[in-house]
Structures are given as structure tokens and as C-alpha cells.
């Protein structure tokens, strides 16, 4: 039983390729941008060409861009390869990295999000979120994140702004999708966007 797990939902881009839970093959860059034109010829360069039984895909939320790429790469492998696709919550990935250093705890989790505002959730000791992603500017974050340990790539500067806690900054890395619980994975593969889109459509005349 072979995974792929893709996550480039966000300014890094990273893929991993399991054969059961053993690592075979991984790639993580921070890209800023140009997730398009990466992301394939990454998962190509892995053993087999990264062909898998099964495909973790990040929904996000995150970088708009990013989330559409990892799913319609995601959706495009696992029909070429009649592979089981599935979704995972691309803040849910940074808490089970944390977890893996820190042990067992409640994590808070504080991504970049648009706009000048993070996107925030809390997490159990189980990794599990205990309420709905926000996305909040950085005075209502501090208010919001309760956890001793906050974790994500605006960790740092959202334990400094409340004034406890400890911020560790992070990125997602798809080579810990499998510390991931089951309860996570999700067969509808839809972007968590966290937040209303930029562009709208025009209104009808």
C-alpha cells in the first residue's frame, strides 16, 4: 500500500511518498509562489514517479492558488492511477507536526492568512480541532488562541503579541501526513478556504 501526500496550500510546497508508513521518497520547499510548476515535475522526481494507492491532498485553507493546484493534481493523479483521494485540513497538519516534537498537548495553530489577518484553530491533546478555523486580525488572535504552545508560521508573533505562551514557527510538510487521525481525512475533496474570496463575480446588469 503506496501514499502520496501533497500539501501546497500554503508559501511551501511539499510532497511525501509512503510504502505502508515507511518514507520513501519526500520534497519540501518554500516557494512563495510558483506552485504550478513545481508540484509535478517534484512528485515525478519520486521513487516510481510517486505512483500511490491512495492520495492525501491539503484542502487548506491557505493560499487560494495553492489549494486549487494541490487538489486538481491531486484529483488528475488519482484518476490516471485509480487511486483512493483524500482530504485532509492543511492547519490539522501543522498541529500533528508539533505534536511529534512537543508530545501530547493542547496546540494552538496561527497561519498566515489575507489581508493582514491569521488564520487561528485550536487542537486537543489528540490533535482534533475543538472549534471551527478563524480567520481573525492579529489583536482579535491574541484574544482568541489560548494554549500554551501556539504553532504555525505567525506563532511567534502571536505568543509575543498576547505576551505568553510559546510560538514555534512552522510550515506544513506532508512527511507527517500519516500522524494525521483517520477522523481527518475526508472523501469530499473542497477547499477550506477559511475566508470569503478575493474576486467576486460581477453582479448581472
Not at 2 to 21: N, P, V
Not at 52 to 80: D, E, K, M, W
Amino acid at each position: 500500500m503506496k501514499t502520496l501526500a501533497i500539501d501546497c496550500s500554503t508559501e511551501a510546497c511539499s510532497i511525501a511518498l509512503f510504502d505502508g508508513k515507511a518514507l520513501v521518497g519526500h520534497d519540501h520547499r518554500i516557494l512563495g509562489r510558483g506552485h504550478a510548476e513545481q508540484l509535478v515535475p517534484m512528485i515525478a522526481a519520486l521513487p516510481a514517479k510517486g505512483r500511490a494507492n491512495c492520495i492525501l491532498v491539503a484542502l487548506g485553507p491557505g493560499s487560494f492558488t495553492g489549494i486549487r493546484i494541490g487538489i486538481a493534481t491531486a484529483r488528475a493523479l488519482g484518476l490516471a492511477w485509480k487511486a483512493e483521494v483524500l482530504g485532509y485540513p492543511t492547519l490539522a497538519l501543522v498541529a500533528a507536526i508539533a505534536q511529534e516534537g512537543a508530545g501530547a498537548q493542547p496546540i494552538d495553530v496561527a497561519m498566515n492568512g489575507g489581508h493582514g489577518e491569521w488564520f487561528v484553530q485550536p487542537f486537543d491533546a489528540a490533535g482534533l480541532p475543538v472549534a471551527e478555523v478563524q480567520s481573525l486580525t492579529p489583536e482579535a488572535a491574541a484574544g482568541f488562541a489560548r494554549a500554551a504552545l501556539v504553532v504555525g508560521t505567525q506563532a511567534e508573533a502571536l505568543a509575543q503579541l498576547r505576551g505568553t505562551g510559546r510560538g514555534i514557527t512552522r510550515h506544513p510538510d506532508a512527511r507527517h501526513a500519516l500522524r494525521l487521525s483517520g477522523k481527518l481525512l475526508t472523501e469530499q475533496v473542497q477547499p477550506i478556504y477559511g475566508r470569503a474570496p478575493d474576486a467576486r463575480p460581477a453582479l448581472a446588469r
